[in-house]
């Protein structure tokens, strides 16, 4: 099991940007597939974001794309999500997630196939 964390939540105003981080407690997360996740009230949890093992593929969600950027440092230490131009449709609780995978280059899609969730932080978006 790996404890993350999660920080850089917030308040922001549309258009504006927040960066997000997920930070593995003790250890890095070499050897895992890493998503970000949302949840809206009322809303089905989307994942947003993912990166492979290799860190060389991503995915992004269609209502993000071109938006939010996901990246990890060299190390694998920590992972970000880059989030500009925020909209009102944007706020939610984001959740960092970590899937150990022996696929290097492929991202995971499936919310089951990750076994080790963040807290969650909170994204709010004024108009």
């Known amino acids: 099991q790996v404890q993350l964390v999660e920080s850089g939540g917030g308040l922001v105003q549309a258009g504006g940007s927040l960066r997000l981080s997920c930070a593995p407690s003790?250890?890095?997360?070499?050897?895992?597939?890493m998503g970000w996740f949302r949840q809206a009230p009322g809303k089905e949890g989307e994942l947003v974001a993912a990166?492979?093992?290799?860190?060389?593929?991503?995915y992004y969600a269609d209502s993000i794309k071109g938006r939010f950027t996901i990246s990890t440092d060299n190390a694998k230490n920590t992972v970000f999500l880059q989030m500009n131009s925020l909209k009102p449709e944007d706020p939610a609780v984001y959740y960092c997630?970590?899937?150990?995978?022996?696929?290097?280059?492929?991202?995971?899609?499936?919310?089951?196939?990750?076994?080790?969730w963040g807290q969650g932080t909170q994204v709010t978006v004024s108009s």
């Open positions: 997630a970590a899937g150990f995978t022996t696929d290097s280059y492929t991202p995971m899609f499936e919310p089951a196939l990750y076994d080790n």
């Open positions: 003790g250890r890095t997360v070499n050897g895992y597939g």
């Open positions: 990166i492979s093992r290799s860190g060389g593929t991503t």
